[in-house]
């Protein structure tokens, strides 16, 4: 399935800046590729020192963004197993802004990131390959609202999209 073709039915509204992130005629799984492909290239020629950049007060270092990534695709992913397994279990939602402080991710160096993004970002694209059209189009319910599997999957993806995105705009 092409992004083009996921319904706005599907997610949430908060999610569409995502999901519009993603290339329209792109699959899920040529979606994960690609983004893990872009998002390591970046992270590879970042420098360590940059790492603890705020681009201002108050807002999250690159590390901490960077954790954020990966926390939110584990989150996500997590939606998608369950809702692919035909679990109806209402999800919570969960509170980024307390993820990243308990994080500690200031005190990551790069190569683990990258080991660690490496790691998830692989997880997701075997969970992905691994699903029928069957299971992608199942529908579970996390922080109030109907998703699909498939919406998720393009969910991960374009979170990505828009956070590197912001990171190209305002921190390198």
């Not at 599907?10 to 492909?37: M, Q, R």
């Amino acid at each position: 399935m092409k992004r083009s073709e996921l319904p706005s039915t599907e997610y949430n509204p908060f999610y569409h800046n995502y999901v519009l992130a993603v290339s329209e005629n792109a699959t899920i799984l040529e979606e994960l590729v690609s983004g893990s492909d872009a998002f390591l290239g970046f992270l590879n020629e970042l420098s360590e020192d940059k790492l603890r950049y705020a681009y201002a007060e108050g807002k999250w270092t690159l590390s901490e963004l960077i954790v954020h990534i990966i926390d939110a695709e584990r989150v996500f992913q997590y939606r998608a197993l369950r809702f692919a397994r035909g679990d109806k279990t209402p999800l919570p939602g969960f509170e980024q802004d307390d993820y990243v402080p308990a994080s500690e991710a200031n005190g990551r160096k790069k190569q683990d990131l990258i080991s660690e993004y490496k790691a998830v970002r692989e997880s997701t694209i075997q969970l992905f390959k691994s699903l029928s059209n069957e299971m992608l189009g199942r529908i579970g319910v996390a922080s109030g609202s109907e998703m699909s599997v498939r919406a998720l999957g393009f969910i991960i993806s374009g979170h990505q999209a828009h956070h590197l995105r912001i990171i190209n705009e305002r921190y390198v």
